[in-house]
């Protein structure tokens, strides 16, 4: 079961360049014509840099999960989200959190301005993805906790889903998995959210 995400983005990469989707993807000028995205920055091509161009796609009402999968897998949308953290809101009161790379203190703090975001906006069904995740510091996991604990307060749910290889491996040796909700998939986080979102309790 999938999330249509639409929402904002927060983006964390070290020595990242302003770059433009159509430059990146070699997009002609006559696609971009047709482009949804292009159409909506033709006026103001200096709002170009960076833009989150698979959220405005979202709003699209003939959008699916196929179309999903398709931007995960474009050039342009790896460049910009390489090792990075990206939060979108979903159906409701969910959020998707999807990290890349290593959780050093960089992306923690990172993570920390998330939290105090969703708080601030009453936002407590999260899912953390960590399938694109390398490597973890203590520091991340320790957040991982403050956000379980925050969704918890707020009557919510926190599920970290997808670690594999030495993150997982540091993730149990802390026993994490004792406290906050993991599962392997995303499909299943997104299920509990799902599930937490239509029965709250």
Known sequence: MGIRLTGYQIKAKA???NMNCYEVTECPEERRASCLVFRNFQNKPGDMGNISCWVLKRGDPNWTDAD????RQCSYYLAVNHQGVTVSYGRGDAVVIECGGALNLLRTQVLGEVADKLKCEGKCKVALDLSAVTNIYS????????????????????????ATGYVKVAIDAVLIDK????????????ALIVASVDNPP
């Not at 999903?68 to 931007?71: D, L, N, P, S």
């Open 15 to 17: 020595g990242r360049v």
């Open 179 to 190: 406290i906050v909700k993991c599962v392997e998939t995303m499909d299943e986080a997104l």
């Open 68 to 71: 999903a999968e398709r931007c």
């Open 139 to 162: 520091c991340a996991m320790s957040m991982m906790v403050r956000l379980h604990l925050q969704c918890e307060e707020m009557g919510g749910l926190f599920v970290m889903a997808g």
